[in-house]
């Protein structure tokens, strides 16, 4: 399991995106994109150092945003989305979205649970 990413609640992607872009070595940024499973606006920046942020708006995030959240999530690269939903849930956590597949990762599934460590994101690597 590896970090993958972490997710940035906004209400404007653009706004966000033009501080990131002035405090941030960047290397590449998606285009903003509807994923109409996820109910969200979404944009994924690399930086040069191959971290990545996500930018999400929409109202999936809104309550978030409403309560200046910003980081509201962190997302963790996993072998198999369903094992390691059943290891998250076996210590307590809570699956908030079942898996399905998210357009920013190429149909990639991603799912949702609150954890210990707040809202995580499971996203299943490529096999």
Not at 48 to 62: A, C, H, P, R, T
Request: a negative charge; aromatic letters at 8%; proline letters at 1%.
């Amino acid at each position: 399991m590896n970090l993958h990413h972490l997710g940035i609640a906004t209400d404007d992607i653009n706004r966000t995106l033009k501080y990131v872009n002035n405090i941030y070595n960047i290397s590449n940024v998606t285009d903003i994109i509807y994923d109409e499973l996820q109910e969200a606006y979404l944009c994924m920046v690399t930086l040069n150092d191959n971290n990545k942020i996500e930018l999400v708006s929409g109202k999936q995030v809104s309550i978030y945003v409403k309560k200046n959240i910003q980081l509201y999530h962190t997302c963790w690269e996993v072998d198999d989305i369903n094992k390691a939903i059943d290891v998250h849930l076996d210590c307590g956590a809570i699956l908030v979205s079942e898996p399905k597949k998210a357009v920013l990762f190429n149909d990639r599934k991603v799912a949702f649970l609150y954890s210990e460590l707040g809202l995580i994101e499971l996203l299943e690597r490529n096999t």
